[in-house]
């Protein structure tokens, strides 16, 4: 176990360097500059040139490079061009609301995920696994924009039952801190939906599929011999080797804590990670998105470590494997 974190925590810097490197490139190559985007019906083309020789954008792609990964390696992650704000303090504010909503996503997707897969597998085929079977395929199926649109158009301006867009009400700071956290969640409820039920759906389907290959082993077989009911074998015996794929999954699933969902955290106006990556990619603003994007890295690759290990703390085999 100790042997596979150190390898996997040696491999982080070069990976995220070329994960670095590769954006750092795709963005240079994209035609115009930040200069290019800023609106202002008075500026000169003399402006415009001077706000290049500024940011230093006149230089070789080559240069810029390496001036932005001189600063990376000091820890500074440079300032964004549209605000002038440091990135580091830009994401340090971005990063809780994207926490937040991430977190609430996951924990609707695998609990939800998981009591739709129990229900359906307990009784193949019967009328819960059909119908969960069929809005799991549509629910899978929908385009993620498309979902989170009507969800605003439905619950948010028809019905009126949750707000439809940002993280807290106007106002809010005047709220006591209980009317503060029950604004917060009100707001949290559609973003969160809309990314949690799509999760749900995909891991209903995975893990019932998982469930009625299991309930053939031998060892269930054997449990129900034994006179053990239908429930405990589904819920003891079946339902824990059925889960060692769902936690890769949620291993896999962490990173979405950090870089949050571009669609969702727009639609919602959720100032989040999300929001502000698309912000800056309109902008040009290279600086926050390389900080985004080292942020990304790191959170996928330390996902994929964590999947890894969580997969050997369930199953024992998998700690042998690896010594």
């Known amino acids: 176990m100790r042997g596979l974190i150190a390898r996997r925590l040696l491999l982080l810097i070069p990976m995220v360097w070329l994960v670095a490197t590769l954006t750092f490139v795709v963005v240079a190559a994209a035609p115009g500059s930040y200069a290019d985007t800023v609106d202002h019906p008075g500026l000169t083309v003399e402006q415009r040139e001077a706000l290049r020789t500024r940011y230093g954008l006149d230089q070789p792609v080559h240069r810029q490079y390496l001036r932005w990964l001189g600063s990376i390696v000091t820890g500074d992650l440079g300032m964004s061009f549209a605000t002038r704000e440091p990135v580091g303090r830009l994401l340090a504010r971005a990063l809780p609301p994207t926490l937040l909503l991430g977190t609430a996503a996951l924990l609707l997707d695998f609990i939800l995920g998981i009591l739709v897969a129990v229900a359906a597998a307990r009784h193949p085929r019967g009328w819960f696994d059909r119908t969960s079977t069929f809005f799991s395929l549509v629910i899978v199926g929908l385009p993620s924009f498309?979902?989170?649109?009507?969800?605003?158009?439905?619950?948010?301006?028809?019905?009126?039952?949750?707000?439809?867009?940002?993280?807290?009400?106007?106002?809010?700071?005047?709220?006591?801190p209980l009317a503060s956290?029950?604004?917060?969640?009100?707001?949290?409820?559609?973003?969160?939906?809309?990314?949690?039920?799509?999760?749900?759906?995909?891991?209903?389907?995975y893990l019932r599929s998982t469930l009625l290959d299991i309930r053939g082993e031998r060892y269930i077989l054997a449990a129900r011999a034994r006179g053990i009911s239908d429930r405990r074998v589904l819920w003891i015996h079946t339902l824990r080797p059925a889960l060692l794929p769902v936690v890769t999954l949620l291993g896999l699933s962490l990173p979405f804590l950090v870089?949050?969902?571009?669609?969702?955290?727009?639609?919602?106006?959720?100032?989040?990670?999300?929001?502000?990556?698309?912000?800056?990619?309109?902008?040009?603003?290279?600086?926050?998105?390389?900080?985004?994007?080292?942020?990304?890295?790191?959170?996928?690759?330390?996902?994929?470590?964590?999947?890894?290990?969580?997969?050997?703390?369930?199953?024992?085999?998998?700690?042998?494997?690896?010594?």
Request: charged share 10%; net charge negative.
């Open 146 to 176: 498309w979902v989170a649109g009507l969800t605003v158009l439905v619950f948010g301006v028809l019905l009126g039952w949750f707000p439809a867009s940002h993280m807290h009400s106007v106002g809010a700071d005047a709220l006591t």
């Open 181 to 205: 956290l029950a604004d917060l969640l009100r707001h949290l409820v559609l973003p969160a939906a809309c990314l949690g039920l799509v999760g749900a759906a995909g891991t209903a389907r």
């Open 259 to 323: 870089s949050g969902s571009v669609v969702i955290e727009t639609v919602f106006s959720w100032p989040g990670v999300g929001l502000a990556l698309l912000q800056a990619a309109h902008a040009r603003d290279i600086p926050v998105i390389m900080g985004i994007t080292l942020i990304g890295a790191v959170a996928v690759l330390i996902g994929s470590l964590a999947a890894d290990v969580l997969y050997a703390v369930v199953d024992p085999r998998a700690r042998e494997d690896g010594a």
